[in-house]
T-cell receptor, first 114, second 109 residues
Framework: SAVISQKPSRDICQRGTSLTIQCQVD?????MFWYRQQPGQSLTLIAT?????????ESGFVIDKFPISRPNLTFSTLTVSNMSPEDSSIYLC???????????FGEGSRLTVL | KQEVTQIPAALSVPEGENLVLNCSFT??????LQWFRQDPGKGLTSLLL?????REQTSGRLNASLDKSSGRSTLYIAASQPGDSATYLC????????FGTGTRLTIIP
């Protein structure tokens, strides 16, 4: 299985600030995915990050609010901009093993916005 | 639109018992189904992946089955242990990946 490291594991932030979450994978992957899990909810896909191209955002998510970088095949960042308490969630990055379709997740970044 | 349901939302069983978790989906035209566990405040750990052509997969004390025609998958946990306490999520892949809302499992020592 892929080893996926996320930083920070958790953070407490003030309203109006921005936070960047990093995701590092131990092998090269074509597609990386960013998910949000709000308290008591299941996972919602924010965007798909492909190396060398703009991220593809799901309905309800926009680049201004969640800018994503994908500088190489092992790394991606997600920024949560101009945060509000409604952004308090666990943010997770994931990668797909193309040969099987199996999805692997990082440990998650637990964000609390005051 | 695919809908994935996991019932019950929460389950408590004494240590040592065998148990079954359920996952139902509305669109049977799937590529695969994956089971995960999630510890509180953490990421997801992949448990088992069943391809659409398969009927079951096994890993240790875990066995997952898939019945596409009825839109159901079950995760069987044998000889449960307190360390099995977690939320279990199923995710169904067709055009998109759709997650269930999970079953929170508590194993009582």
């Amino acid at each position: 299985s892929a080893v996926i490291s996320q930083k920070p594991s958790r953070d407490i932030c003030q309203r109006g600030t921005s936070l960047t979450i990093q995701c590092q994978v131990d092998s090269q992957v074509t597609m990386m995915f960013w998910y949000r899990q709000q308290p008591g909810q299941s996972l919602t896909l924010i965007a798909t990050a492909n190396q060398g191209s703009e991220a593809t955002y799901e309905s309800g998510f926009v680049i201004d609010k969640f800018p994503i970088s994908r500088p190489n095949l092992t790394f991606s960042t997600l920024t949560v901009s101009n945060m509000s308490p409604e952004d308090s969630s666990i943010y997770l990055c994931s990668v797909l093993r193309p040969s099987t379709g199996e999805l692997f997740f990082g440990e998650g970044s637990r964000l609390t916005v005051l | 639109k695919q809908e994935v349901t996991q019932i019950p939302a929460a389950l408590s069983v004494p240590e040592g018992e065998n148990l079954v978790l359920n996952c139902s989906f509305t669109d049977s035209a799937i590529y695969n189904l994956q089971w995960f566990r999630q510890d509180p405040g953490k990421g997801l750990t992949s448990l088992l992946l069943i391809q659409s052509s398969q009927r079951e997969q096994t890993s240790g004390r875990l066995n997952a089955s898939l019945d596409k025609s009825s839109g159901r998958s079950t995760l069987y946990i044998a000889a449960s242990q307190p360390g099995d306490s977690a939320t279990y999520l199923c995710a169904v892949k067709n055009e998109k990946l759709t997650f269930g809302t999970g079953t929170r499992l508590t194993i009582i020592p």
